[in-house]
Nanobody, 124 residues
């Protein structure tokens, strides 16, 4: 069982930045595929970015060039640096993990472990 705890959400004006963190309670964090998802009110959960155990990354088209996913295996922590934020980025952001994946994916059904989420609100 892996517990994931997100932090770093908040309210920011359009054009601003936030950095989300996700702390994982596992000794084998480095072997997990990790990802960020988000869910806005009335919308389905969507993949934002993912990183594999080798550091390879993938991003949703809507955030490419603005968001950066990274991981610090020594700290068992996943990050999402969000720059040039837009009102449409407003959502609850979730951290997810899986130890059995062998390819990068932004499909939520591919991930086993989930955090409770952190709210990000971007005002215009």
């Amino acid at each position: 069982q892996v517990q994931l705890v997100e932090s770093g959400g908040g309210s920011v004006q359009a054009g601003g930045s936030l950095r989300l963190s996700c702390s994982a309670s596992t000794y084998s964090f480095s072997s997990y595929y990790m990802a960020w998802f988000r869910q806005a009110p009335g919308k389905e959960r969507e993949g934002v970015a993912a990183v594999d155990s080798n550091g390879w990354t993938t991003y949703a088209d809507s955030v490419k060039g603005r968001f950066t996913i990274s991981r610090d295996n020594a700290k068992n922590t996943l990050y999402l640096q969000m720059n040039s934020l837009k009102p449409e980025d407003t959502a609850i952001y979730f951290c997810a993990a899986d130890a059995r994946l062998w390819y990068l994916t932004l499909r939520p059904e591919s991930y086993t472990y989930w955090g409770r989420g952190t709210q990000v609100t971007v005002s215009s």
